[in-house]
């Protein structure tokens, strides 16, 4: 049974910061590109982060570059989104999914970040 498990939802200031933890099991993370989604109220989902395994890229979208991380412990089957420098804007639901083949094959349930101004 594939399980993504995001942790970490929130409300924060904006400037403040927040860590989201996705806990992956049930698939070989090392196949798979983990990347963290994210759908704001009244929008479509957009994809914020990733990781490609095959090459240790990180990949992040322009809106979060400079405040936003992505790291991984493939140990212990989790993936960390390190939130900094909030903006109202971020507020959303967000993802974690597992890509293959450039698309998405699982997703995790989603967990609201809420940043208010």
């Known amino acids: 049974d594939v399980q993504l498990q995001a942790f970490g939802a929130g409300l924060v200031q904006a400037g403040g910061s927040l860590r989201l933890s996705c806990v992956v099991s049930g698939i070989t993370i090392e196949d798979y590109v983990i990347a963290w989604f994210r759908q704001a109220p009244g929008k479509g989902r957009e994809k914020v982060s990733c990781f490609i395994n095959k090459d240790g890229t990180t990949q992040l979208e322009d809106s979060v570059k400079g405040r936003f991380t992505f790291s991984g412990d493939n140990a212990m089957k989790t993936v960390f989104l390190q939130m900094n420098s909030l903006k109202p804007e971020d507020t959303a639901l967000y993802y974690c999914?597992?890509?293959?083949?450039?698309?998405?094959?699982?997703w995790g349930q989603g967990t609201l970040v809420t940043v208010s101004s």
């Open positions: 999914a597992g890509l293959y083949d450039r698309y998405v094959r699982y």
